[in-house]
């Protein structure tokens, strides 16, 4: 087989872009041809991070988005139609942990408060970004992928949409929703040849993780719990990304891929 530029001609919208895994897929998104829209709310770090593609050759560009903001989202979306002239991949990426974004290193092994101590406020945020930003980009996107002919929707989970532990309640639910969206969101637009995916990964050394491996005692659990004996690189999700996003995974909709070093097969 012949693999060269795996993403030749497409255009791809990635949230979360300006960070971590985000940030990772859409530089291997650029690699392989596709021209990338990538969007944050971290906006230096977005602009750093499209410097970085288009100073290596690729195309890139950044916009802010808040993924729970319906109007930015048919912004954005309209934005990478005009730039880029089609729409053919949406990486969904953005997410927050719920945990306390001043806080440093995690105390305990949890990073929310435990559902007894969670706010509605603190569950409905993690909700509004995690899963009805999950949501709003698919919906918003639809449209465009029907009219370039097909698409694919990649939308990032976690283990924590597969199984329960003591981390915060409120992060699992959000993740688990985004599992059951992608598969209703394959049954009902594979007729348009819409692809709709969910990756879970595993513990990866990200911004989102850091508080939590600053703890060692955090830190020597989880490495425990992962027969691979390493926590993930952003770049072990993204090839994941890759390959959903490109006509390799042509049949394949509705699936959840688990990048986690093995973890939740124990
Ligand atoms: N790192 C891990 O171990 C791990 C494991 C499983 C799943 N995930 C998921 O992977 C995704 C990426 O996380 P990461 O580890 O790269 O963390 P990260 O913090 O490096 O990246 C998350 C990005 O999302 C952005 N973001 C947050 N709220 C936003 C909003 N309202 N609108 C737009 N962008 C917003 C942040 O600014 C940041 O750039 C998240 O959905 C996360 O839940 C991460």
Not at 37 to 60: C, K, N, P, R, Y
Not at 128 to 153: D, Q, Y
Request: hydrophobic fraction near 40%.
């Amino acid at each position: 087989m012949n693999i060269g530029k795996r993403l030749e001609g497409k255009v791809a919208i990635v949230t979360g872009g300006a960070s971590g895994i985000g940030a990772e897929t859409a530089r291997a998104f650029a690699a392989h041809g596709a021209s990338v829209m990538l969007a944050d709310v971290q906006d230096d770090l977005g602009a750093t991070v499209v410097e970085e593609i288009t100073g290596a050759g690729g195309t890139a560009r950044y916009m802010q988005l808040d993924v729970a903001d319906e109007a930015a989202w048919a912004e954005v979306v309209g934005a990478t139609v005009e730039a880029f002239g089609a729409l053919h991949v949406l990486g969904n990426i953005a997410g927050i942990s719920g945990r306390d974004p001043n806080m440093v290193v995690q105390t305990s092994g949890t990073a929310g408060p435990r559902l007894e101590d969670q706010t509605l406020e603190q569950w409905n945020r993690v909700m509004e970004i995690n899963a009805t930003g999950v949501f709003l980009g698919t919906k918003a996107s639809i449209p465009h992928m029907r009219e370039a002919g097909g698409g694919s929707i990649i939308n990032i989970s976690s283990i924590c949409g597969i199984v329960g532990s003591h981390a915060n309640a409120g992060y699992h639910a959000s993740k688990g929703a985004v599992r059951i969206f992608s598969k209703a969101a394959a049954v009902q637009y594979a007729p348009d040849k819409i692809r709709v995916n969910s990756i879970h990964p595993g513990f990866v050394d990200t911004p989102m993780t850091k508080p939590g491996h600053s703890n060692n005692e955090v830190a020597k659990a989880r490495m425990e719990a992962t027969p691979l004996g390493r926590f993930g690189r952003p770049e072990d999700i993204a090839m994941g990304c890759l390959y959903l996003a490109s006509d390799e995974a042509s049949w394949v909709t509705g699936s959840e891929l688990v990048i986690d070093g093995g973890m939740t097969a124990n």
